[in-house]
């Protein structure tokens, strides 16, 4: 399993945001509309994975939508801006939905769910979600297939100017999640998602690591640092309440 994306709750605007890391030397660029969401976004591809930052743009669509992203980042809005989720990429979203229920694992069922590009052209995937309540406690990763190979969307990506260059130099390596009791989220992910566990402290996805760590203030259980390779400058970006860690 890859990870496909990070989800960044964000207050400003996808323009303002594309500016802001533009402006400090990263190809981010406006994303587009989620129509039947309320919502749109700006992104940053890496060379297997992106950062998504999803703001709203119509709150009553949105509060209106039923949508687990969507109720999720109504959620923590509401508080402040941050790191939501992150979303797991495979090729057989209807088999692992299956894997679930098997489990015993109640799901959303597998979700058509599209975005219309700042170009016009709309961009179609599934969606499959982990039944449970919205809070404060670390969301369950949720699962995509897009609609193309990874090799197909990538060419499209850089023929519409979404990806260049310097997006293929650049890696997710780690994401870190503060979270009050690690072991517990650990063994729930393993068991899910038949994740490998590298240490007591890191499960592997075949692009990244995922680290636990304890929550030592605050109440809010969430992806705390991304850590990403490949950029020119080290260092640490405190962006809308979450921190990106340059290497």
């Known amino acids: 399993m890859y990870l496909d994306h990070i989800v960044h709750h964000v207050t400003k605007a996808p323009s303002q945001v594309a500016t802001y890391w ?15 969401w309320g919502t749109y976004n700006a992104l940053l591809s890496t060379n297997t994975s992106y950062i998504e930052w999803l703001a709203l743009e119509h709150k009553e669509i949105a509060e209106n939508a039923n949508h687990p992203l969507i109720n999720l980042l109504l959620h923590d809005l509401t508080t402040a801006p941050g790191f939501g989720t992150i979303c797991i990429r495979t090729t057989t979203i209807d088999e692992l939905c299956q894997q679930l229920e098997d489990k015993g694992i109640e799901t959303s069922g597998v979700l058509h769910a599209e975005r219309k590009t700042t170009s016009g052209l709309i961009r179609k995937w599934k969606m499959l979600f982990v039944k449970e309540e919205i809070s404060d406690a670390l969301p369950t990763p949720f699962f995509i ?5 990874d090799e197909d969307r990538y060419q499209l990506l850089q023929e519409d100017g979404t990806i260049n260059e310097s997006n293929l130099q650049l890696s997710i390596s780690a994401c870190e999640f503060h979270v009050h009791h690690p072991r517990e989220i650990m063994n729930k992910w393993k068991r899910y998602f038949d994740l490998v566990e590298e240490d007591e402290h ?14 030592e203030k605050g109440t809010r259980e969430r992806l705390a640092v991304v850590h990403i390779e490949g950029f ?16």
Request: hydrophobic residues 35%; positive net charge; glycine residues 6%.
């Open 22 to 36: 533009s402006n400090k030397g990263l190809h981010a660029v406006m994303g587009g509309q989620h129509t039947y």
């Open 232 to 247: 020119k400058n080290n260092e640490k970006l405190l962006y809308e309440q979450a921190m990106y860690h340059f290497h």
């Open 145 to 149: 297939e897009w609609e193309e190979s």
């Open 202 to 215: 890191i499960l592997l996805l075949r692009n990244t690591k995922l680290v636990f760590k304890p929550l």
